[in-house]
């Protein structure tokens, strides 16, 4: 599971993703994004003239439901197991909305106990680029003050199998290699970014996949 990364600022977004901006500039307080806090994602949505297009949004890491009475949840909701997007209760209205977005980060932080203790690596792609991250998103209004918030959920899958990935994370030794389930974020090429915002549930589906080994610069961090 991933609990921390590094976000780009607005305007490496809006011009890696091709994003006009329409808007007044959004600020997040940090440029590495913890659960609970506000980081930047990207959705589609209508445009001026109606026709949907990728968006520039702040909220909460963290979904919140659509069922959700309070915006403070008592479990964790920055990541989601894949697997399970379609059926579990927190994520399967996001998932069945086809409420996909794309979470910019330039490195992702994952903890490896190979030594025995955690130490945490940092990853950031190889060719230099950010990453888009597979999420999900919502909006929840309280019903109480009218007041709307907008969250995500970073999209993970298992790694048991990866070079890299299966390598990170603490592993149960009343377990074999190859039923730990360690999780892997779920990087979507830019080429893809359209297919995963808008393209059907099938099309997403056949982008779920861990960050290929060659595209993975990562190394302890200092």
């Known amino acids: 599971m991933c609990t921390r990364y590094i976000s780009p600022e607005q305007a490496e977004i809006e011009r890696f ?3 006009g901006r329409r808007t007044q500039p959004q600020v997040w307080k940090l440029a590495q994004v913890f659960p609970r806090s506000l980081g ?3 959705r589609m949505q209508p445009g001026p003239d ?3 297009e990728p968006s520039l949004v702040i909220g909460q890491w963290g979904l919140i439901p659509w069922f959700a009475k309070s915006p403070k949840l008592t479990y964790s909701t920055n990541n989601a197991r894949s697997e399970e997007v379609a059926n579990k209760a927190s994520y399967k209205h996001s998932w069945n909305e086809g409420k996909r977005c794309i979470i910019p980060a330039w490195s992702f932080d994952e903890p490896c106990w190979e030594t025995g203790r955690n ?3 940092r990853f950031k792609r190889t060719d ?3 990453w888009g991250l597979a999420g999900l998103w919502n909006t929840w209004t309280d019903k109480t003050t009218g007041e ?3 969250s995500y959920t970073m999209l993970t899958i298992n790694a048991d199998g990866h070079p890299i990935m299966s390598r990170m994370h603490k592993p149960d030794p009343k377990l074999p290699p190859d039923q730990q389930d360690k999780r892997s974020v779920i990087a979507i090429d830019f080429a893809d970014s359209d297919l995963w915002l808008q393209g059907s549930e099938s099309e997403a589906k056949s982008l779920l996949r861990a960050p290929l080994p060659g595209d993975l610069d990562t190394s302890p961090v200092a």
């Open 50 to 52: 109606g026709t949907p």
């Open 148 to 150: 709307i918030l907008e």
């Open 17 to 19: 993703w091709h994003i």
């Open 119 to 121: 130490v945490w690596w």
């Open 40 to 42: 930047p994602f990207i």
């Open 128 to 130: 230099g680029r950010p």
